[in-house]
């Protein structure tokens, strides 16, 4: 069997650490390095003739990640939050420029890619909507990469509204209203754990994809 050679950037962070786990169960991907902030990610990929870098990073640093990895010759896989559109543009110019693909995805969990397509449907029978998204108290932007998304996929400018306290991991849900009555559609994950699945499938089917891609729903 031909294994996928897979590194983890950002690994000793929580998402990077739960990645690092769910690489290593898999029979066809091989984990090549485990990286964090201040080491030399590029060198790294060519020493390791590394396929895949997947990065759960920063906001601050994602860009500089993706610029590296796309021009090492590397497919990417961001679930990073906090990406500008001018900077997707410029990611897709760089995948273009070395011919590798990168998926942007603000979530992971197959039941949050669910949430928002359900939210896609019922804009169109129930217009007036709102967002609340609730995370940990530790994540770095707000509102979240998935409420924006989420936003976007509904077509219209919703109000989002973002609460960062400690317990929580990540969960999302979109109130709809109508007359004389009310649509609440919810996801939460519970653990890091649900957002694996997602991170497996997308190493698996990066080589597939061109060029930029944004969002998992892509991949279902």
Not at 152 to 169: A, C, D, F, N, W
């Amino acid at each position: 069997m031909v294994k996928i050679k897979v590194i983890v950037n950002g690994a000793k962070g929580k998402m990077g650490i739960e990645t690092v786990k769910a690489v290593q169960k898999e029979n066809d991907l091989e984990l090549m390095a485990q990286t964090d902030i201040g080491e030399p990610l590029a060198a790294i990929i060519n020493d390791t003739k590394a396929e895949v870098v997947v990065d759960f990073t920063h906001p601050k640093s994602v860009m500089d990640n993706i610029r590296t990895i796309l021009s090492s010759g590397a497919h990417a896989i961001v679930g990073t939050t906090g990406i500008s559109e001018a900077e997707m543009k410029e990611i897709k110019v760089l995948c273009e420029k070395n011919k590798v693909n990168c998926l942007v995805a603000p979530n992971f969990a197959i039941g949050a890619v669910l949430m928002m397509q359900f939210a896609k449907e019922a804009v169109k029978h129930m217009p007036a909507a709102e967002i609340i998204e609730f995370h940990h108290e530790t994540k770095a932007d707000k509102p979240s990469g998935t409420a924006i998304k989420t936003g976007h996929l509904m077509g219209k400018e919703v109000p989002i509204h973002s609460v960062r306290l400690p317990g929580l991991v990540a969960h999302q849900e979109v109130i709809f209203g109508g007359l004389g009555q009310t649509l609440t559609i919810r996801h939460d994950s519970i653990s890091r754990e649900s957002f694996m699945p997602g991170v497996i499938m997308a190493i698996r089917k990066i080589k597939e994809l061109k060029g930029l891609v944004y969002g998992l729903e892509h991949l279902l």
